[in-house]
Structure formats: structure tokens, C-alpha cells
């Protein structure tokens, strides 16, 4: 027997453990799905917990309800992967062979890489919400605070879902309308971006909105320090933020076992082929969703287009053939702007996000980069459509895992 | 675009940025840095020297990474280039303003 392990059982790595179960030889290959936690977080549900919208239960479930019963669930930490002799070290000691490997290992914050970031105030007036205990804690200080400055800030790029800190401005924009305090706070969006977004036509889209929505934006701010004392942060050129509450996005890194294995970039990401998804170092080692350093978005989106590439390229390795199928970084986001509104883009390596219409050209009924209600029913249908269809691995109707260009108007 | 720095004729995008590094020569790296108040000194060169080598290798350029570089500390970087300095230091380099990934 042969045997297949994928490591991380996150969004990437279930959705790669129900394509392969039923796409491999199952009297060649054993299938191990590796992963130290217990339970399945839908994690762009922590951009609502914050503000009473979801609850706990509604973004957590249990790892094992998502892993087919013909593969075998490993709970335990990985320590390092031993790419030199085909193994996987695990913290306890033991070690698990294998002949192919799927790193899904995804990306997690690290406060610790700015000075100060998790300093005295962290938890207090410092909050992330890219965790579940950063998002639960923020939602419990939301419930009372009084008002003042509230700062939104991202640490570097890339992190995971980059339009995140924009829309937590604009639900928070409208939380506090709904709160009838919106008066009492000033909301500023600081970016180390030139802009609200990285493409031309999606950031004119977005400040629009910024202003529209009274919320003032300071870009290219490259943060040296939270300063926990005067409750500011402050930039390598000397710009300094006051805040009263600061809601960070800290440095995004892959996990530590990547940089114990020897396998990552200086973020911990795996140098990976951004069209076949194969690790640039390794052939029988391929990566796929936050773990990798492609430059699509980090996004549950992706991962599930990946999924479909890296499914058809496993299949080609192991027959010898050469790794046909390529991955055009297509991505699909939807970016809530309150009140019960959303805007949908849709992009990859090569297109940026444009206006149109999604996914039938000309039909709609989705609308892009312009907000409407249906796309806001849309954001929370994804909830319901992440657990019951992307992580078991089924095609969402009508969206290919290649982006197409029609019904979008490109200049 | 066309436009005409240190007497040579190049490609450039509405921000200034060459569009075809290799119309990219000293005299239009230093007219640029003139043109944002900057005379570049040896230390200067070292970082337009590490930026296009990363260009070259197509390694996208951060702000960490210059920090890591062995080249500068992101202090010095900003005190090299005052306003913006990746922004600066790649426009004066004639290599891509960096996108910071989506
Ligand atoms: C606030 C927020 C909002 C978001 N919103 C959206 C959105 O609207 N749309 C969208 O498409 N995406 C969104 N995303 C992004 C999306 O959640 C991620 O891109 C996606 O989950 C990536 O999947 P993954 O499998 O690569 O990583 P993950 O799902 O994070 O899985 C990684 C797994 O690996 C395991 N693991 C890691 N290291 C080890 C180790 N050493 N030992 C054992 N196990 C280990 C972890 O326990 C985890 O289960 C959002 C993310 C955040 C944080």
C-alpha cells in the first residue's frame, strides 16, 4: 500500500481528503488527514461574532463530521515534516511515512513580530478578530464601549481574506448607527497599502464607500510599535495614530512547523508553482490554501479552485504524467459594507476585480464590485454552502475553477 | 506612456514607474531620485542594487524583506527614502511599484 497524507484538516485540507477518497485507487493508497485540533472553525465568521450577528455554535463544528470515514483522522501536533526521508515527525514522537503529501497547514497571526502588539493593552484595547478567542473577546468589549477612536489597522500583506478590515469598518460603521452612538466614534482605517485595495478600479470602488460611510483612511502606514503607555501606534516615518480601541490585523505567517521542517519562505510560507501547486523543492510534496506563497488572495475560495487543480494534478503525478492542469489564481469574495449590503468581486493572477455581472453574463443576478442586497444574502448563503458544498469538495453551480470573463466589463 | 528622463526616451505608467526595466539606466535612476528630493549616496545604490536583484528574481518586495535584507534596517530604509520609501526606492530603480498581494 501506498500511502497519502495530507497535513492540516482546515478548509484546504477536508476539502482534498473528499476528492481523493473517491478519486484514488483505494486498494493502492491509505489516505491519513493529519490535525491537532478537534474542531472546524469557519473562520470569515469571525468578522460577525464580533458584532452579535453569529453565535459561537454557528462557526464551529467538529473536524471528524467533514473527514470521510475511509481516511484515517490523526489527531495530533505535527512537529516537522522530514522531506529528505519521506516522514512526518509528530510531537509526541511518533512518525507517520509517506509517499505523497499535501501541506494545508494554512496561515495564522503573529502579534509577537511588532513591537508592543501584545504588550500590556493586548485584549484590553488592543484586539485581533483573526482568531476565535481575539473575535469573542472584541465582541464582549463592543457590547459596552463607550466611544472615542476606533482604529482598524493591518499589520503587512499578505494576510488571509485582505478585504476583512474593510468590512469590519463598515459593520462597524453600522453597528454603531444601529447602537444610535455613531456620533461618538471616529472610525480610521490604517493600511501599509497606498490605497484602501491593491488594484485600481476595486480601491476607487472601496474608498468611495469609505467616505460615503464617514470613515477616514491613512495609507501607507508601516507600523513600528504599538505604543501601550500613550495608546498609539506609530510608523517607521514618525506618523503617529492615537486610538482608544485598536482592532489589528497582526503580521499573517504559516505555521512554525513549516520554518522546523526547513520548508518556507521568511513568513513561513512553501515556495509553491502558483499553476500546479507543486512545492518548488520537493515533487511528491504539493501545497495548497494559506500555506502556500502563490500570490492569490488567502482565501476559502481559493482553496476550493485549488482543490479542483491539485485533485486532477495529484492523479497526473501518480501516473508519471506530467501536472496539466494550472491554477489561474482565481478568486471570489464577497466584502460586506453594512447595513445589510454586500459587493462581490471576482479576479485572478492576471484580471483585477471590475464591474459586471456574476455569474451568468449579463443576467446577473449577482452584481460586481457594486453593493446590493443579494450580494449581502449571498455572504451569509456562503456559511451554508461552506459546510454543506465547498468542504465536501462539490463544484458550486455554475463558478469554474478558472475565472471567466464574461459579463465583466474590462477596459 | 513616453516620457523623456536624463535625455533618453522610456515607457512609463501614469505614476512614473518604467515599464521596461531594461530602457532603465544610472542617469534616469538618479534624475528620478532628483525629482523626489533625493541624492543618492553609495548606501542609496546598495538598495536599488538589492531591489532590482529581487525584481530580477521575481521575488515580491516588502518592506519586512528590505528590513532583512543584511542590506538596511527599515529605519535606515525610511531615512534613505523619506516619503514612501518602497514606493521611492522602486520608482528611482525602474522596476514595478509593488502591489502587496491580494
Ligand atoms: C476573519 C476572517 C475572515 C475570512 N473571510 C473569508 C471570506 O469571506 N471568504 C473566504 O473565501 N475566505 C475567508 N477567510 C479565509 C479562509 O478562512 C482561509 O483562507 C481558509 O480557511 C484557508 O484554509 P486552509 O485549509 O489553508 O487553512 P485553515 O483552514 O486555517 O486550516 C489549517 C489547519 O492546519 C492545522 N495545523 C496547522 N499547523 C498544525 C500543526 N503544527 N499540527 C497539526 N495541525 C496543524 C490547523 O489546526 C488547521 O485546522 C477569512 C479568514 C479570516 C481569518
Known amino acids: ?411 | 506612456m513616453e516620457k523623456i528622463i536624463a535625455q533618453k526616451t522610456v515607457q512609463v505608467n501614469e505614476e512614473g514607474y518604467l515599464t521596461n526595466f531594461a530602457e532603465w539606466n544610472k542617469e534616469i535612476g538618479e534624475e528620478i531620485a532628483k525629482e523626489n528630493n533625493i541624492v543618492l549616496s553609495p548606501k542609496h545604490w546598495e538598495v536599488i542594487n538589492y531591489v532590482q536583484n529581487e525584481f530580477k528574481n521575481e521575488v515580491p518586495l516588502t518592506i519586512r524583506k528590505i528590513g532583512k535584507s543584511g542590506v538596511v534596517d527599515i529605519k535606515e530604509f525610511y531615512a534613505l527614502f523619506p516619503v514612501g520609501p518602497l514606493k521611492t526606492a522602486t520608482k528611482i530603480a525602474g522596476i514595478p511599484k509593488p502591489a502587496g498581494c491580494i
Not at chain 1, 478590515?165 to 448607527?177: C, G, K, N, R, V
Not at chain 1, 517607521?236 to 522546523?260: H, M, S, W
Not at chain 1, 510560507?269 to 502556500?292: C, M, R, W
Request: glycine share 6%; proline share 5%.
Open chain 1, 1 to 411: 500500500m501506498k500511502r497519502l497524507v495530507i497535513l492540516g484538516a482546515g478548509t484546504a485540507g477536508t476539502m482534498m481528503a473528499n476528492h481523493l477518497h473517491h478519486k484514488l485507487n483505494r486498494k493502492e493508497w491509505t489516505i491519513d488527514v493529519v490535525d491537532e485540533r478537534t474542531e472546524h472553525h469557519y473562520q470569515p465568521g469571525y468578522l460577525f461574532l464580533p458584532f452579535d450577528i453569529y453565535k459561537p455554535e454557528d462557526i464551529i463544528k467538529s473536524i471528524k463530521d467533514f473527514i470521510p470515514s475511509d481516511v484515517n483522522l490523526i489527531t495530533k501536533k505535527i512537529d516537522r515534516i522530514v522531506a529528505a526521508d519521506n516522514y512526518i515527525q509528530m510531537a509526541g514522537g511518533d512518525q507517520l511515512h509517506y509517499d505523497l503529501l499535501i501541506i494545508a497547514t494554512g496561515a495564522k497571526i503573529a502579534p509577537e513580530e511588532t513591537e508592543g502588539m501584545n504588550g500590556a493593552e493586548w485584549q484590553h484595547s488592543v484586539f485581533d478578530f483573526y482568531t476565535f478567542e481575539g473575535a469573542l473577546a472584541l465582541r464582549n468589549k463592543l457590547r459596552d464601549w463607550q466611544g472615542g477612536n476606533l482604529v482598524i489597522h493591518i499589520t503587512e500583506m499578505p494576510i488571509k481574506c485582505p478585504v476583512a478590515p474593510l468590512e469590519f469598518a463598515f459593520l462597524a460603521d453600522s453597528y454603531f448607527q444601529h447602537k444610535k452612538m455613531r456620533d461618538k466614534v471616529n472610525i480610521t482605517y490604517v493600511t501599509p497599502l497606498s490605497g484602501a485595495f491593491t488594484k485600481p478600479k476595486s480601491t476607487a470602488a472601496l474608498e468611495h464607500l469609505l467616505e460615503e460611510k464617514n470613515i477616514s483612511i491613512e495609507s501607507d502606514f508601516a507600523i513600528s510599535e504599538v505604543d501601550n503607555e500613550n495608546k498609539t501606534i506609530v510608523d517607521y516615518g514618525g506618523k503617529v495614530i492615537p486610538f482608544d480601541l485598536l482592532v489589528t490585523v497582526p503580521t499573517n505567517k504559516g505555521d512554525e512547523l513549516i520554518a522546523r521542517s526547513g520548508l518556507g519562505d521568511d513568513l513561513n510560507y512553501v515556495p509553491t508553482n502558483k499553476e500546479t501547486l507543486q512545492s518548488k523543492d520537493h515533487a511528491n510534496i504539493f501545497v495548497i490554501g494559506d500555506a502556500t506563497n502563490v500570490p492569490a488572495s488567502k482565501a476559502g475560495s481559493v482553496a476550493h479552485f485549488e482543490a479542483d487543480i491539485l485533485t486532477e494534478n495529484i492523479l497526473h503525478f501518480i501516473k508519471s504524467e506530467s501536472l496539466s492542469a494550472t491554477f489561474d489564481g482565481h478568486a471570489n469574495c464577497f466584502i460586506e459594507t453594512g447595513n445589510s449590503k454586500a459587493l462581490l468581486i471576482d479576479f485572478n493572477y492576471t484580471h483585477e476585480p471590475v464591474d459586471g455581472m456574476f455569474p451568468f453574463a449579463g443576467v446577473g443576478p449577482l452584481q460586481l464590485l457594486k453593493e446590493s442586497k443579494m450580494n449581502h444574502w449571498g455572504k451569509l448563503a456562503f456559511r451554508w454552502i461552506y459546510w454543506n458544498v465547498l468542504l465536501k469538495g462539490t463544484p458550486i453551480p455554475f463558478v469554474s475553477a478558472n475565472m471567466s470573463t464574461a459579463g465583466k466589463h474590462f477596459n
